[in-house]
């Protein structure tokens, strides 16, 4: 299943009672079944429930193995920036952004201009690092995320 697939199994709005005709729409009754169905009867028991709960379930297994993946390469960017900044320091030449932050002399709450134009550096290298590897706007996709788990927790299965 791929993101797009998620985002459709995960929108509430994609949950009607039976399909729109093609040519007309829904018509004043039907409009008023989809309705009740979508604020109601949707999250009743029945048999076709517990198949909605599990592919929105699954949709959100999805959903975490991606963001894992997406912490698992941020924090691999990370070391790695540490670790060529920590080989830059042992060979004296101190070209690196973040060899500053290898020595016990950084102070992080150093307020001169030197500090802070260095401490500016260094949050821009973070924030390039984390948003290189980006692969959801962590804003949206936690809004979103927080809306479908309480709506997945209000279906009676």
């Known amino acids: 299943m791929d993101l797009f697939g998620c985002g459709i199994i995960l929108n509430i709005c994609n ?61 691999q960017s990370f070391i790695g920036k540490f670790k060529i900044a920590e080989q830059s320091v042992t060979v004296k030449k101190q070209q690196n952004v973040l060899s500053p932050l290898m020595y016990d002399t950084f102070n992080p709450h150093d307020q001169t201009k030197k500090s802070f134009r260095k401490q500016r550096q260094v949050n821009k290298e973070m924030r390039d690092m984390f948003n290189s590897s980006a692969i959801f706007d962590i804003e949206s996709i936690t809004k979103v995320l927080i809306v479908r788990l309480i709506i997945l927790f209000s279906y009676k299965f």
């Open 15 to 75: 949950d009607f009672p039976f399909p729109k005709d093609k040519d007309k729409g829904y018509s004043k009754d039907a409009m008023k079944q989809v309705l009740q169905f979508q604020l109601t009867d949707r999250y009743e028991k029945a048999p076709e429930t517990l198949a909605i709960v599990n592919a929105k379930f699954q949709a959100l297994e999805v959903l975490d193995l991606l963001l894992t993946y997406q912490r698992n390469s941020r924090l």
